[in-house]
C-alpha cells in the first residue's frame, strides 16, 4: 500500500511538472479518493501528505486537522506545487513596505530592559506585541494550535506555540503564513538547539505547509525559510541579538510580516488548471 501511494504521488508530481504555472488545483475529496480514501481522517490525510512530502509536492493549505476542525470543507479547493515553485518563489519585498511610525510607542526602545524569566513571559512580552508590530491581528493569532500528524501508523500531535494567517484572505483560507516559537532564556546560544529549532521548523512545514517560522529565546531573534533559493539547510534568513532588533526590524519585516508572507502564499494558490 505505501509503494502504491508513493507511486499515486509521483505521478500527482509529473502532472505538476507538466503544468504551465507548476501549480494545479484539485478539491480535498478529489485528492482523498485520488488515494483511494472515501472519508476523510487524521490517519489517512497525514499519510497523503506524508507521501506528497517525500515526491517534492507542496499542498497549499494544509489537509491535516489543525486544532479541533477541519480548516477546509471537503469540496473546497487545496493547489499542489513542485518544490521546484518555492526555491522560484522569493518571499523578500521591499522595506518601504513598512508603515511609517512602526516605533510611534517607543516599544523597540524598550526592549533591552525587558525581563524575560520564563518562556510564557518571551510569549507574552516578547512574541505577541512583536507579532502585533509585523501586521498580525488577534484574529489572525491561533495560540497553541494542535496539528494532527501522523508517522506511518502512528499518529502524533504537534502544538504550535503561535500559528500566524490573514483570517481577512478567504484565498488563504486555513493557509498557515508563520509558525511563532518561544524558547526559554538563552536556549538558542547552544548550536544543537538552533539545530533542533531548524528540526522543527522543517516538521512543521510539512504538517502545516508553512514554510516560515520565527523562534526567539528571549535574548536572540530567529527566522528560518524552508526551501528557499541558495540558502543552505539549516540557515537562518534572518538572526539578531534583542538589542538589535529596533535597528533591524525593517529586515525582518521582509522575511516574515503578514505583508509579505501574504503575497508569497498568494502566488502559490493561484492554479492554472485543474489536476485530474
Request: hydrophobic share 40%; with cysteine; glycine share 6%.
Amino acid at each position: 500500500m505505501e509503494e502504491e501511494h508513493q507511486s499515486i504521488a509521483q505521478e500527482l508530481r509529473s502532472s505538476i511538472l507538466a503544468a504551465k504555472g507548476l501549480t494545479k488545483r484539485m478539491k480535498v475529496r478529489s485528492l482523498l479518493s485520488k488515494f483511494g480514501f472515501q472519508k476523510r481522517s487524521d490517519a489517512n490525510t497525514g499519510l497523503i501528505t506524508e507521501a506528497l512530502g517525500g515526491a517534492g509536492v507542496v499542498i497549499n493549505p494544509a489537509i491535516i486537522r489543525l486544532g479541533d476542525d477541519w480548516q477546509l470543507d471537503i469540496d473546497e479547493w487545496i493547489f499542489l506545487s513542485s518544490e521546484e515553485v518555492l526555491l522560484a518563489t522569493p518571499s523578500d519585498v521591499s522595506v518601504s513596505q513598512l508603515t511609517a511610525g512602526w516605533n510611534a510607542d517607543g516599544w523597540f526602545d524598550r526592549l533591552e530592559s525587558l525581563n524575560l524569566r520564563s518562556e510564557k513571559e518571551v510569549e507574552i512580552k516578547l512574541i505577541v506585541p512583536l507579532l502585533t508590530r509585523l501586521g498580525y491581528s488577534d484574529d489572525d493569532r491561533y495560540d497553541g494550535m494542535p496539528c494532527a500528524a501522523s508517522m506511518g501508523s502512528r499518529k502524533t500531535t504537534y502544538t504550535a506555540d503561535f500559528a500566524l494567517h490573514n483570517v481577512e484572505e478567504s484565498a488563504l483560507k486555513g493557509q498557515v503564513l508563520l509558525i511563532a516559537e518561544a524558547k526559554k532564556e538563552d536556549r538558542l546560544k547552544r548550536p544543537t538547539e538552533m539545530q533542533n529549532a531548524f528540526r522543527q521548523a522543517k516538521s512543521y512545514a510539512m504538517w502545516t505547509q508553512c514554510r516560515h517560522l520565527l523562534v526567539t529565546d528571549g535574548r536572540l531573534v530567529v527566522a528560518y525559510e524552508i526551501l528557499r533559493a541558495g540558502l543552505e539547510e539549516g540557515t537562518p534568513v534572518f538572526s539578531c541579538q534583542r538589542q538589535e532588533l529596533k535597528v533591524r526590524f525593517p529586515e525582518l519585516f521582509a522575511k516574515v510580516s503578514k505583508p509579505v508572507l501574504t503575497r508569497f502564499y498568494m502566488k502559490l494558490v493561484s492554479a492554472v488548471e485543474e489536476a485530474r
